[in-house]
């Protein structure tokens, strides 16, 4: 259990198999070239968000300590107290913690513009600090982009990452002789194909309730070559790639979902594709465990996952995330550093994977194997994955009022799924929102 092991490539892969085999066993991230004793009787504070990555995190707390010689005090809290505790600890100056977990498309440019978060950079460069397999191109190029600031200082370590994916029912595509869109059109078009309501059959299904439903309609908005905010940092949410965006979300809604989704979150458009009467659903891929599981699926060995079809202009998968920073404020940043590293390390990156709490953003994990062969979801979703890590792109507005973004545009969303005219409610949502956003650059 304590012994360390050979950092090659064959010593990783016999690893991985191991504790695929069996959870019991010990995992070490360790390089010769790493002093990880270096820090030894050092204490951490580490804040956490309580979700299932921060449990696999916790479930091996005591294998870092043992590798480093470091106490870790972590405390994980729900994600509305761990925002707001967060917030008021760094806005002091003097948090209680040295390592915090991020939502990087909420929290990332309020901490950049605070300066919370220590320029790691110069660790990952530091090979007594760094394992040799750690290098940023193992990173998905949105992990890269949350992580790096707007001066390209890297300032946090990609963890955990949410593609948006189409699941889709292979049985009802069968029944209608259909194949799995691969373009916008193709996937309005199958849609409304498979579309009975006589036999409450529908085609499509995604969020409809304001705030939730903003992400869908900017998943679609990258299909379009566009964004919600432009590089020149004004917003683009009335052009046409906007309108057209938002027509065909309107399109889907009105046309191929099922009666009342202007009221559904993910979890009642995850409760009805799992009742195997609908035919698509656009959500991350963090929401399929259930569906394979026939205590609580109707539909499981049925379903495909695939990557997001193209837009008019580009291919892209919605992508939404988090990461591990060094405060700025501690005074024991390198001994942080070493539990970054570990936390989102091969290893734990393949438990993560494994036991479907979350995807990591390094593509090695993914693309290794025998971490492939301990997942319990299909081969198809992690085809998914990994397809979707090439085409990732941020699909929400990198700000500080992302929630009120979302409320606003949200609220002209669900307005269209009532009939509502799109480009209307988007002037509308734009005069509204342009404000909230000025004031907090300013």
């Known amino acids: 259990m304590s012994s360390f092991l050979n950092p090659t490539r064959r010593g990783f892969l016999a690893v991985t198999a191991a504790f695929g085999a069996s959870s019991m066993l010990g995992v070490r ?5 790493v002093d990880w004793k270096r820090f030894a009787g050092t204490t951490l504070e ?32 729900p994600e509305q107290q761990q925002r707001q505790k967060t917030t008021i600890e760094l806005s002091s100056g003097k948090p209680s913690f040295d390592v915090v977990h991020m939502s990087y498309h909420v929290q990332k440019r309020q901490f950049e ?18 394992d040799p397999s750690l290098v940023e191109s193992d990173f998905a190029e949105a992990g890269l982009t949350f992580a790096r600031d707007p001066d390209g200082v890297l300032r946090s370590l ?36 498979l579309t009975d309501p006589s036999t409450n059959t529908y085609g499509f299904v ?18 379009y070559g566009s964004s919600p905010l432009g590089p020149d940092g004004k917003l683009r949410t009335t052009s046409q790639e906007a309108i057209d965006a938002a027509k065909l979300y309107q399109r889907l809604m009105t046309k191929t979902a099922p009666p009342g989704v202007s009221g559904f979150n993910w979890a009642e458009a995850q409760s009805a594709f799992l009742q195997g009467k609908i035919g698509m659903w656009l959500d991350g891929v963090g929401f399929a465990p259930p569906i394979e599981n026939p205590e609580k699926s109707r539909v499981v060995g049925q379903v495909g996952y695939g990557i997001m079809p193209k837009g008019p202009k580009a291919q892209a998968a919605g992508t939404f995330g988090d990461g591990l920073g060094v405060v700025a404020a501690s005074q024991k940043k390198e001994a942080g550093y070493l539990f970054c590293q570990w936390a989102i ?24 194997a025998k971490v492939r062969e301990g997942v319990k979801m299909p081969g198809a979703w ?5 397809g979707s890590g090439k085409i990732s792109q941020l699909a929400l507005p990198v700000i500080i009022p992302v929630t009120e ?35 907090s650059e300013g």
Not at 29 to 33: P, Y
Not at 345 to 368: C, I, K, N
Request: charge should be negative; avoid cysteine; proline fraction near 5%.
């Open 158 to 193: 990609p963890f955990s990452v949410d593609y948006w994916i189409i699941y889709w029912n292979k049985t009802l595509f069968e029944k209608k002789g259909l194949a799995y869109p691969t373009t916008f059109e193709e996937l309005a078009s199958a849609a409304e194909a």
């Open 345 to 368: 390390s091969h290893e734990m990156g393949a438990r993560l994977l494994q036991a479907g709490a979350g995807v990591p953003f390094r593509q090695s994990v993914l693309e290794d």
């Open 206 to 223: 995604a969020r409809g309730l304001k705030n939730a439903n903003t992400p869908v309609w900017t998943s679609l908005l990258l299909g």
């Open 29 to 33: 991230l360790a390089s010769a070239a």
């Open 405 to 439: 973004f979302r409320d606003v545009y949200g609220v002209g969303l669900t307005n269209m799924i009532g009939g509502a005219d799109p480009e209307t409610e988007l002037k509308a949502a734009t005069a509204q929102f342009e404000p909230v956003l000025a004031k």
């Open 382 to 386: 992690l085809d998914a994955v990994v």
């Open 113 to 130: 513009k605070g300066g919370w978060l220590a320029d790691i950079g110069g660790f990952l460069k530091d090979p007594s600090l760094t």
């Open 46 to 77: 580490v804040n956490l968000v309580k979700s299932p990555r921060s449990e696999i995190l916790l479930k091996y707390l005591s294998e870092f300590e043992e590798l480093s010689g470091i106490k870790v005090n972590a405390e994980a809290t």
